[in-house]
Structure formats: C-alpha cells, structure tokens
C-alpha cells in the first residue's frame, strides 16, 4: 500500500485490568503500537473498546497494568496530562464547540501550544497577535487538508454529521499529535462519507506520520485501512494481528457470529 | 485602460510579454491559498510561465503538439496553457469532472504525449486508462498530495518541471522570446472540446486572430478594463471560461481571481466582489433559491421588509436600473427614495453577501432563463443581460446592450457578426471569431460551415421588430402546423415550466390543427398550494386530477398564451387543449433523458392514445401505463384524465391590454 | 422637547450603569452556567475595597489593590465552591451563589467597616447646560455621568476584543459551548473559571466606583444588583450585547415611565417598572432579545 516506515513501539498496554463496581470491563489485556501504524481495536457492542480507548487517554484509571507512551510508564494521569504528552482524541458522540466556528473550534485544538498567558495577552498586543498567526496559519494547513475551505467560518451547529466528524478530526490533528485516538470515527456515516473518512485517516497517517489508533464496531472498513488489528470481546483480547489473521481467526469469527452486520 | 499594440498579428504569448514589460507590478492573477489570498503580478506569471515553457521543452515539447489541462482554475493551470502556447502548442482543457473513459477519446485523437492535472484525482484518472495510451509520456501534477508513493515514470511534479524550465532556460537562454516570435496569430491557440450531446466529442480549434478579436469586442462592448476583477470559476474547459477569463485578461489586462474550492465560490466571491459575472441560468436560480431559504428563516421584521422592499424593487427596479443607460427617467420621486432605502436596507446588505456589490456587468447564456429569475436579479440593480453564443464562433454572436434589454430575446448581433435565418427557420453566422476547424474531422467541419463561410448554429430564431435575435429551439425540433405556423415545442415547455407550479411539460403540434400540451405539476410547488388552500389529496395522481389544479394549471397556460399572442411568428402556436399526466415523466421509465431531457419520440409512441384524445373532441381519456415501483417492480396504472381547453388571444388582444398595463 | 431629552439621557447613563452589573451577570453565566446572585454582593465589596483602599494610598494604587482583592475571591470562590460542585443541577450552584453573598456581605464589612463611604474620583459633580441654542433653556448633563458612560462604553470594547481576539477568549467561549468538550482538548475547567470571576469582579469593580461616586458606598448598593436581573431577563441570559441594551431600555424606560406616567398613576413607578417589563417578557419572548431560543425537540 504504501512505502511508510513502521518504527519501534510507541505505545505499549500490559496487563490492564478495569473493573466498574462488579463490572470487570477489561481484562488483563495486553498489545503495543508501533509508531507510524494504524492500530484498529474492534469488536462487538459492549466489547469494552471505549474503555480501553478511556484507559489509554487517562480518564479511566486501571485497577491493574500500566501504560507505557514514549518509554515513560504510566501510573495515573489525568487526561490534560495526557493532551500535553501529544495524545490527541475525537469521540464517539461528537464533542466540539457547536456554536463556534470551524476556525475557532479547531484553533481551541492549539490550546496546548499556546504559550502567552492572560497577561502577556493584556499587555503584549504585538507578540501574541505574532503567536496567533502562527497558530492560524499551521490551522489553515489543516482546514486545506481536510477541504472544509468552505465551511472555516461556519457555526459548528450547522453542519451536517459528517462534516462534524471531519472537523472534529481537525481539531485533533490541531494539536499536532504523535498519538492519535480515534473512537469510532465512521459510526453513523453513509458510504460516501465513510470512504471520505478513510481516506483522510490514511492521508493523516502518510502525510503526517501520526501514529493512530481507531476504534470500530464494524469490521468492514477497519480491515482495509489498519496496519494490525486487536479484537476485544467482553472486555477480554481474543485476537491480534495483520487484518487478513484476525480474519480468519475463528474465536474472532465465533465472536463476530450472530452479530448483525 | 492598457494601451496595447495594435492587436492585429497578435497572440496571447506576445500580450503576455508586452503586459510584464508595460505593468510589470500590476496585478495579473490571485488565488487564495491556506486561507490568504496570494497575488501574482504580471511579471510574477511571466517568470511562472517561462520556466513552465522550459520544463516541457526540456521534456521535448514542441511546437504543434497538444497539451492537456485537466483540473480545476488554479493559476497552475493557467500558466500551463500560456507555456503551451508560448512554445507554439495547444492547450486542450479538459472538463475536471469527465470520467476517465470519456476522457480517453479525446486524449487519443488529440494525440496527447504531455499532460498537466491538478491533483491526485486526475492523476489517478489518467493513470486508469494509461495502458491504453502509451502516447502520453509525461504527467505533471500540482498538488503532490497523496501521490508522495506514486512510482510510475511518467509523473513528475509541476515544482520540478520548473526547476527543470529554469536550467533550460540557462542552457537555452532566449528560448522563450524566440519561441513566441515564431507564433502566427492564425496558429490554433486553444482546443475546446464541445460536450457532445449529439454525436461524439468533437474539438473546437480557436485561433489566436479569432479569439483576440473576439475577445476586443466584448471589452468595447462593456468597457471592460485592467481595473475590472473576474472570479474564475466555471470550467477551463468550457469556451466561456477561456475567453472571459484567460483571453480577455490577456486583452483588457484585468486580474483572474482563483477560488480556494468549488464549494467557497460564493465567500470568495463576496471577498474579491468581481464586477464583471458568467454563469448559467441553473447558478443564478441556485444562488435566489438559497437566499430564499435564508430569508424564510429570518426573523419576522426582516422577512416582512425583505418582502416590503421587493415588492418596490419589482415595480420600479428595472426601470431605474435601465435609466441608467438610457437616461430615459419615468419613475416618481418617491418611488425612486424608496428604492434608495430598499437598497440601504436590503439590495445593498444582499447583493454583498452574494458577491454582487460591485458587479457592473453580468451575463448568462446558454439555455432561457426564467422571467423571475431574471426580473429577481435585475430588480435589484445587478445589470444582469443574456447573450447568444456557442463554442464554434467564440460564443459572442449576439449580447444585449445595457438598456436594451428583453427577457425572451439575446439582443442584437454583436459588431463585425452578420447573423442570417436560413427558409428552414435555422440561424446562420458569419462571425469574425469562426473556429478553424473541428480537430481531425474534416467532414464534419464541412457539415457546419456553408460555402459562403455562414455556421449553422442548429438553432431556430428570428428576429424581432426591434431587430433583436430570438431563439425559440433547436432548429430539428421546430416544427409547422397545418396552417404552416412556426412550432417550437421546446419554447412553449420552457414558458410553461417557468411557472413554478409546472415540473415539465410537453408540446405536440407538427403538422397539426394546433398546439395542445402535456404538464406534469410541480409535487412540492402544487402540493403546498394545495395544502394552503386546505385542498387534500393522496398522491401525485390524485392531486393531478383535482379540478382546482387543472383550474390553476389552465391560468398558467392561458398566460403562456397571451404571450404568444403578443409575437407575429407565434400567435398561431397557442396552446389549445391541454392534460395534466397522471405521473411524473421519470428518466427510469426512459421518458426523460438522464440529464431530464424530454424524449419526445418515447413520448409520442407511450401516450399516442392521450395526444390522439388532445386533437379530438373527447374530454376525457383512458389510458393503462405500465410504471416501475422504486423496488424494481412493474405494475400497471389505470387512470381517466381531463382533457380542458384554454383561452387563447388574439394578436389585438394581447396588445390592447399590454397598453392598459402601460 | 429639551426635557424630554434630559430624562432620555438621564435613563441610558442609569441603564448603562444596570449593564454594567448585568455584564457581570452574563459572563459567569455563558461560562459556568451559574446564576450568580452574588454579583450584587461582588460590586458591594469592590466598592468598598476601593473606597476603604483610596482613603490610605493614591487611588490608582487603590484601583489595583481593589482589582487584586476581586482576584483573590474569584480564586476563592473556585477554590471553595465551584470545584467541589462540578457538574451538580443549576439551581445547586444558584442556591450556592447564595451562600457566597451572605459570606462576602458580611465578611466586607466586618473588614472593611459598614458605615457609609464616599468615592470621589475628582469628576465634577455640578451639571453643565449644553445646546442651548437648540432647545429652549439648553439640556442639563452631568460631566460625571458622561465620563461614567465613556469608561463603561471602553469596557464593553476591552471585553468583547478580549472575548474574540484572544486564545484566553476564545477557550472562555469554548467552556461556555461545552465543558465536557473543552476538557476533553485539555483546555483547564479550573484555570478558566477564576478567569471568569475575575473578569467579572473587576467588571464589578468599574460598576461599583461608578455607583459609590455617584451614591455613597453603602449597603444598598448590593440590591442595585437586584435591577440587573429585569435587565438579563430582557437581553437574554448568555447575550452580552443583550445585556447591554437591555440595561439601557429599562433604564431609559423606567426614568420616562416616572416623568409622563408618574403624574397619571401615581410615583414610584421606577421601583417596579423593569420587573413588570422583565414579566412581559418571560411571558412572550422568554429567550430575551438576543438569547439563545431554546427549543426541546420531541
């Protein structure tokens, strides 16, 4: 498919266990990802990929495991924390600033990188508008990226579902992420939208190296794009691989079996 | 205004040379790029072109080959064309949007070895049917997005083929000068493949003489000049494009502006506020439906002084705005301070967020365009006019002058342009910009140009006492009545689907007593009319057969009537009898083409049994018609419909109660 | 015709006054989502922080002082309150913000003295007479309250430049859209609350020199909060333009309703007329003029 230089692991997830109240919603589930690969964790509804997703990014803090990002094991972090080590998300249920612009919502994905404080902002009119434009412009690369030129100064509330998904992606991409979480990014698309999706996630993946790990509840589209693929099936790793193991895997098959696609 | 050489023996690679060295640092070209727009000046684009010229000389382009442009208006792509023609070539531009079986045809008889697209969505189109075309040899592209990984030899990225023109031009010094010298102003300067509706794609060639004196008139015609801006946005390939965009930023020395995306169109336009606008009727209704939209959804107050003020705008807008021109003032003081408010209060604000405020002349063509549509777009001052063209003579063959203008005629023929009515009824040109040729197709260029040099447009028309050219249809469809009455079926549907409460309609009358007609209603239109006057109905067929609506649909026809009344040649072609069809003539069903055509033959044989009942006495009809359900089925439908007859007018009618309006 | 003009003035320099506070009222508002009943309360305590500060030190001193204490309880306010009610029911955080204007009444004027002070900020108080060769005997204004109303006016600027020019006013924009969203992007919940209070603290501070000079700083000065919410009611909770305006139609309205009606149906008409025009107004554009329609979808 593509000439993109796999690396060394990035992301490595031993032994997590998570357990709310008598729930156990994961456990003891293991897997790594390497830098620069699509990583897709998929499995029925209920499967507990959500929950991974929520360990990873530090909302969920584990009973049992750690997390390792770049080399450094994690204990608990809250998910501000996590944000600032380069790990950036979109959720499931949409989560933008639905009556800000396209612009705004993905120029509050620099947050991060802003470095005047409200201070300097009261008294340092000059430097700080320098820091905007800087921010606007890497902004910009992203708007052009995506093709939402049409849409920058739209209210986010206006836009049909799709589009929101796509801003929500580049208001992740925003931060510049060496991590990318992505919960569910095709649910509740057409066929045309979904291809869309795909296709940016693979131009994100090769334009910009980013390392990306997307949750899916339908097998279908994920196969094609992922470079290895986790299955969970009640909160439990049932298979791990390349697309075309986990394809023929027949626990995966057992599990997927009965449920309608 | 640019002062330039005589333009005489001129071509555009030598208009390019002179602007960089008369207005080196004026604006030539903008696009706006990352969310900024970016401008390039004159000598900017002469550089651009230049090294472009060098790369695909380096790459052994040489004079006389055809150059194919497939993308987008980007300023890429624009430069292309001059490098092409610089170095004696031929751009041919592609339609962006053609797929890639469509565009094979042409690229093989084209004979294309070099080609320049825009982005990965080309290439990849290109590299589909690159087995089949061993004749292209190189492929530059623009945005190298997406195509880091591509491997196949032929592509090399639009950056190093300058690159490349750059080291050429140091091993080649002068290439370029000595290039455009050699160029003729009879060389073919662009290949404008006609869509084809009928029969295959054929090429259009243009040469440099015919386009530049084209391209002269139309900037006396509006006083174009280099202070005027221009948004870019219809296709490259499309005749319009060229010589309102590329050929007339060449002679009036205006700037090109480039939108971001099709989709930002309308943004861009409001930011460059061009003052000079092309589009096709289907843009202008698309924009008014829009606004409409909005304006439904806008609070009370503004929605009642947007309704206030059009309403003052239809009853003396286009008078004011013809004043203008004519100087002729008949609108009362107060009626003219009202109009200033409505256009501080309403023109103004809308013409800004359409992009309009500076727009002094804009122009449509191509197909008729709806009386509220057009009244909608001059009312509000915007001096919207129709002109009368084709590829085939650089469109130009007859425009409306600023206060001269009607709504069913195109205006007179352009100066330089003799336009005759063949006994046939069919229009023939004798135009200055007369292509050259159709590419490679020697019979069929003979076919459309008569022994005296006269084009056959295919259309029919005539002229009207004020001597303006009007053009009913297409020349094949025109048919007589009995009483030997011109018959233009397709202009009495256009009229009567102008009417928003009519979907499609079809004529008959060839070799008839009459002409009767056949309407399909509006769903969305009639039902919320119907709704309004609390009138219910179950379906399409249902609401179709409702007397109510036969009554609406027949003021709808009797006011088509009555127009026709008004004109010497078609008074006798009024609509006698007409039958509202039990349902929605459907491309499935193979009665429309895919594009919503009317096939009239399809037609014809389907409902003999109804046009049989039209020219009898009967008024009633039985017919069973097979129809498919959108689940594949076939099932068959029973239904009797009206027949009704409708008012028509006699010539002194129509003009006696013209002069009471007056 | 001059006196009609007079009271016309006289209503917006009192509106633009209620606006001010109203201000106070819609930033925490949009924010937080917190009605804050302590606004009144915060421009009492501003008000007598500058008074009590100015009487020792020079009066930008004062100023600063004042602004820092504003800081210090909107630091507070988030350490104390806020924090430990995330994401309980409105009327929760409302009934709180009841709590913290009983605490900062009484806790301002157990520090700072709960007898009458004065704010002179060097204005001139005598009016001027102006236009008089327009209206006949000229039109009566006060220096104090033009100056009044040009400070006001720049703050209105100052905050709507900061609300849309600034990456600080723009995350403020993106925790009013949505918390959770804002969270999530690792924009600080914390962080920008005690940015609001403060904003709105010194907001409250502007509001309270302006009403302490104008009327002594005295504990009546808390209930002038009370005018602020007709004046919220008629612009819309989360609109500060609509804050704005609205401050300025009761003000404007209350002041001709006491001059022609007064003599009709009696005085004391500016006592109730903002609350009966804020009633019409729940009763037939309850979203206020610039607010958010709020439609429950079924």
Known sequence: ?????????????????????????????????????????????????????????????????????????????????????????????????????????????????????LFQQAFYWGAVQREEIKHRERVEEIIDFLEIQ???????????????????????????????????????????????????????????????????HDMGVVMDISDRVVVLDYGKKIGDGSPDDVRNNQAVIDAYLGVAH | MVALASSMNSTFPRMLLQHSRTRPNAPAMREKNLGIWQTFTWVDTLERVRALAGGLAALGFKRGDNLAIIGENRPQLYWAMMAAQALGGVPVPFYQDGIASEMKIVLEEAGIQFAVVEDQEQVDKLLEILTDLPAIKHVAFDDPRGLRHYQQPQLVNLDSLCDLGREYAKSHPDFFEKSVEQGRADDVAVMLYTSGTTGAP??????????????????????????????????????????????????????????ESPETVLTDMKEIGPSFYFAPPRVYENILTQVMIRIEDASTIKRKLFHYFMGVAKRVGMKILDAKSTGVNNVSLWDRMLYKLGEILIYGPLKNVLGMSRVRVAYTGGEAIGPDLFDFYRSLGINLKQLYGMTETCVTVAMQRSGEVKLDTVGKPMPGVTVKIAASGEVLVLSPGMMKEYYKKPADTAEVIDENGYFRTGDAGFFDPDGHLKIIDRAKDVGRLKDGTLFAPKYLENKLKFFPHVKEAVAF?????????????????????????????????????????????????????????????????QIKRFVILHKELDADDGELTRTRKVRRRVIGEKYAKIIDALYSLDESVLIEAQMKFEDGRVGIVKATLKIEDVKTFTPAEAASSAKKAA | MGSFIEVVLGGLMAGLLYSLVALGFVLIFKASGVFNFAQGAMVLLAALAFARFSEVMPMPLAF???????????????????????????????????????????????????????????????????????????????????????????????????????????????????????????????????????????????????????????????????????????????????????????????????????????????????????????????????????????
């Open chain 1, 150 to 216: 049409s849409i920058r100064k739209t209210p986010v509330g206006r836009l049909p579902y799709g589009l929101q998904k796509r801003v929500e992606l580049g208001r992740a991409l925003a931060a510049e992420p060496t991590l990318l979480l992505l919960d569910e990014p095709m649910a509740g698309m057409n066929v045309e939208e979904k291809q869309d999706m795909c296709r940016f996630v693979l131009d994100v993946n090769e334009e910009f190296g980013t390392t990306i790990v997307l949750i899916e």
């Open chain 3, 64 to 298: 600063i002082l004042a602004a820092l204490v504003m800081v210090l309880v909107a630091f507070m306010i988030e350490k104390l309150v806020l924090r430990h009610l995330v994401n309980q029911e409105g009327i929760i955080l409302f009934l709180a913000t009841f709590g913290i204007t009983y605490f900062i009444e009484g806790a301002g004027q157990l520090i700072f003295g709960s007898d009458i002070y004065r704010i002179d900020l060097g204005l001139p108080k005598e009016p001027k007479i102006i236009l008089e060769s327009t209206f006949d005997g000229g039109i009566l204004i006060s220096i104090e309250d033009l100056v009044a109303a040009a400070v006001a006016g720049f703050l209105v600027l100052l905050l709507a430049l900061f609300f849309q020019k600034t990456s600080t006013g723009r995350a403020l924009r993106a925790v009013a859209d949505d918390h959770q969203a804002a969270q999530s992007i690792g924009i600080p919940l914390n962080r920008i609350w005690v940015i609001v209070w403060s904003v709105s603290g010194f907001v409250a501070l502007i509001a309270g020199m302006i009403w302490g000079s104008k009327l002594g700083v005295q504990f009546s000065l808390a209930l002038v909060a009370l005018k602020a919410i007709p004046v919220v009611i008629l612009g819309g909770f989360t609109s500060v333009p609509g804050a704005i305006l609205g401050g300025l139609i009761i003000g404007v309205g209350e002041k001709l309703a006491e001059v022609y009606l007064g003599p009709i149906i009696g005085g004391g008409i500016e006592n109730w007329f903002a609350y009966a025009l804020a009633l019409m107004f729940l009763l037939f554009r309850p979203e206020g003029l610039f607010g958010e329609r709020h439609i429950d979808r079924v």
């Open chain 2, 202 to 259: 054929k090429g259009v060639c243009q040469t440099h003489a015919a386009l530049i004196a084209t391209a002269e008139v139309l900037r006396e015609f509006d006083n174009l000049n280099a202070d005027d801006n221009v948004l870019c946005y219809l296709p490259m390939a499309w005749v319009g494009d060229f010589l309102y965009s590329f050929a007339l930023t060449h002679v009036a020395g205006f700037c090109l502006n480039c939108p």
């Open chain 1, 1 to 117: 498919m593509s000439a993109r230089k796999i690396g060394e692991v990035i992301l490595k997830v031993e032994e997590i266990s998570l357990a709310f109240g008598g729930v156990q919603a994961l456990s003891n589930i293991s897997f790594d990802v390497r830098e620069h690969e699509v990583r897709a964790i998929i499995g029925p509804n209920g499967a507990g990929k959500s929950s991974m997703l929520n360990v990873i990014n530090g909302v969920y803090h584990p009973q049992k495991g750690s997390v390792t990002f770049k080399g450094e094991k994690r204990a608990q972090m809250d998910p501000h924390k996590v944000a600032s080590q380069g790990v950036a998300r979109t959720f499931q249920n949409i989560a933008l600033f639905k009556g800000m612009s396209v612009l705004d919502n993905l120029m509050t994905g620099r947050t991060l990188m802003m470095k005047s404080n």
């Open chain 2, 509 to 573: 009358g060839d070799k008839s007593d009459n002409a009767t007609a056949m309407i399909n209603i509006d769903m969305a239109a009639v039902g919320d009319w119907a709704e309004r006057r609390n009138l219910g109905y179950a379906g399409y067929a249902d609401l179709a057969a409702k007397t109510d609506v036969y009554e609406l649909i027949r003021d709808c026809v009797a006011k088509v009537n009555f127009d026709l009344a008004s004109d010497p040649n078609l008074c006798g072609s």
